[in-house]
């Protein structure tokens, strides 16, 4: 099995890359309420057009984790397995999200357009009970057409590495389970 400074080493490359996507459209009214009631709050900045726009907002807004919401600006091709075809060049296996920290400038207004930035900041490892663990710290800015910062987002993946079912490590380790 990999021990964590190998798998930092490996994966050490990544550190700085970046993609960036921009929504096809607007985020638009409906899709706020829909998203809004999906969570069940019925909060009237969000869903009630008239109460809204008598607020000082002037119109309805975004629940704050909208705008961290994929499926709002990702216009690309997916895969398999339902992920991005052009997403950063990450380790093998599927992460578990670790922690989000938000931060949140402004509201999502209908008529914003959304662009995201994403860009891996940090990779470390740690030692875990079933084998060693990669974090993958990755820092994601989402700003609007007008380019004003909507909100920030340092997202914290870890991956559970494990060997090929062929390698030497995990044959041996079979065989030692098969003795037990």
């Known amino acids: 099995m990999a021990e964590p400074d190998s798998l930092v080493s490996r994966y050490r490359h990544l550190i700085g890359q970046e993609r960036i996507y921009t929504a096809p459209e607007e985020v638009g009214r409906a899709s706020i309420r829909k998203f809004a009631l999906a969570l069940d709050d019925a909060n009237p900045h969000y869903v009630d057009g008239e109460t809204a726009r008598q607020s000082k907002y002037g119109d309805v807004i975004a629940p704050p984790t909208f705008v961290c919401e994929t499926w709002q600006y990702y216009r690309g091709q997916l895969d398999e397995q339902g992920g991005f075809t052009d997403r950063l060049e990450m380790p093998e296996g599927q992460p578990i999200r670790a922690s989000n920290d938000y931060i949140f400038h402004r509201p999502l207004r209908p008529d914003d357009i959304i662009t995201a930035s994403w860009k891996i900041r940090d990779i470390y490892a740690k ?9 993958v710290v990755v820092s994601i800015t989402y700003t609007n057409q007008h380019g004003d910062c909507l909100a920030e987002n340092e997202e914290t993946l870890v991956y559970r590495l494990t ?5 030497p ?5 079979a065989q030692e389970e098969a003795r037990s």
């Open 163 to 167: 060997e090929p079912a062929n390698s």
């Open 127 to 135: 030692g875990g009970r079933s084998g060693p663990l990669l974090f």
């Open 169 to 173: 490590e995990r044959h041996g380790h």
